[in-house]
């Protein structure tokens, strides 16, 4: 199996320091839907590991949630890809719970639910909570420009970098060729 997993905000969609709290400010980045559909149409498994502790901060709830994801997966079908799974921790920081990043639950629950091993297995973030997450799950840390990634690129220097999400699936599938 060809897994891939993308963080959410900064990655797929523009980045908000107000939360994205409804379907319509989800506003997608250039290029990144047509990018799912390239992985989609190389035989890769597409999958969101997102926190989403506006749920738990009481900014939106699970309703929103449910309209932006369903947002989010048509327009990613619109553009020939498929999100094979969404994966999101909805505490906030202070909660103490496993899943959000920069722990690991979450990546756990993608493991388990595809019975596969993420060594290896790219996780593209834009924050360095993405790729100390993904890194931690012996998965394969790799950072995107776009969101918070520029910021990310002073912390994390050795990073495995790309312009953005489009730039990022092009070399991922020209590995597998």
């Not at 190389?42 to 369903?70: E, H, Y």
């Not at 906030?92 to 019975?115: M, N, S, V, W």
């Not at 520029?150 to 092009?170: N, R």
């Amino acid at each position: 199996m060809k897994l891939v997993i993308l963080d959410r905000d900064g990655v797929i969609n523009q980045e908000s320091d107000a939360y994205i709290k409804t379907p319509e400010e989800w506003i997608p980045i250039p290029g990144s839907l047509a990018a799912i559909g390239r992985l989609t149409k190389a035989g890769f498994t597409v999958v969101v590991a997102s926190n989403q502790s506006g749920l738990g901060r009481g900014l939106f709830d699970q309703k929103a949630l449910d309209a932006i994801t369903a947002r989010m997966q048509a327009e990613t079908v619109k553009a020939g890809g498929r999100l094979d799974g969404i994966y999101y921790c909805p505490h906030k920081p202070e909660d103490g719970c496993d899943c959000r990043k920069p722990k690991t639950g979450l990546f756990q629950q993608i493991a388990a639910h595809y019975g596969v091993n993420m060594r290896g297995i790219p996780a593209i973030g834009d924050s360095a909570r993405d790729l100390v997450a993904a890194k931690a799950a012996v998965a394969r840390p790799i950072l995107v420009k776009t969101g918070r990634g520029h910021e990310t690129l002073k912390q994390m220097p050795d990073a495995e970098v790309y312009v953005d999400l489009a730039a990022a699936a092009d070399h991922l599938i020209g590995e597998t060729r």
